[in-house]
């Protein structure tokens, strides 16, 4: 193989390449579908336009038939009346007239053909584009869907349960050793040499509380002869 051509074939294959990577089917359908679309309105200008010319041979078939009516009635008042110069003039217009109207019916023949064939033919695009419209649509809705599965292909690979469950292991423990040191900081502080003494402290102004009580009950006579003093005893301690 020679150097031309191995070049020009590794130039295909990366230029191909290149090409095939950025065509995006999507937009490559819809942009069909709007070409097809864009044509229509060409097509029926050209289906009009044959269509015009149908009518205006038509038209001029039917003033070619009148004027050989008519031309036949002149050169028969022309006989009655024996002016052959003026009949001969009027037959001369009449052979004119009738290889006109031949010539206008053949045309119109083929003007006719030739609308039912344009109809026949936009007919059928309008068909095929509405068939192709609806195709396309299909294949956008596959892509689409294959594009969401591609992602969801591409989130599984990239999903590690692992890691996840290696990170959930590592935080439980964080959190359990933090509920742990909580719970000994808080024995420590409900066991330590200062709570037992504001245990005490507490308890002794009860029992100063108590006997301002009994002052008062002293000074209020609410406490008869036989009613012995009752000394506060600390909480937590049962009475004899």
Known sequence: ??????????????????????????????????????????????????MATERLLAKSRERLETQVVDLDSKIKAAI????????????????QAQLDLGKTSQQLDHATNASKQA???????????????????????QSKQAKLQEQLAQTMA?????DDASTFSEMREKIDRRAATAEAKLQLGTSSVDTQMQDIEREALDMQLQDKLLDYKKQMGM??????????????????
């Open 158 to 162: 990239s999903f590690q349960l692992g």
């Open 119 to 141: 109809l026949k033919a936009r007919d059928n695009y309008v068909l095929q584009m509405q068939r192709r419209t609806a195709e396309a649509m299909q294949l956008i809705n």
């Open 80 to 95: 009655k009346l024996n002016r052959d110069d003026i009949a001969t003039a009027y037959i001369g217009q009449l052979q």
């Open 223 to 240: 406490l008869g002869s036989g009613q012995q003093e009752t000394p506060a005893l600390p909480s937590g301690e049962p009475s004899a």
């Open 1 to 50: 193989m020679g150097l031309l051509s191995r070049i020009k074939r590794s130039l295909r294959a990366l230029f191909g390449g290149i090409v095939e990577k950025t065509e995006d089917p999507e937009l490559i359908l819809q942009q069909t579908i709007r070409d097809m679309r864009d044509r229509v309105p060409e097509l029926n200008n050209s289906v009009a336009q044959v």
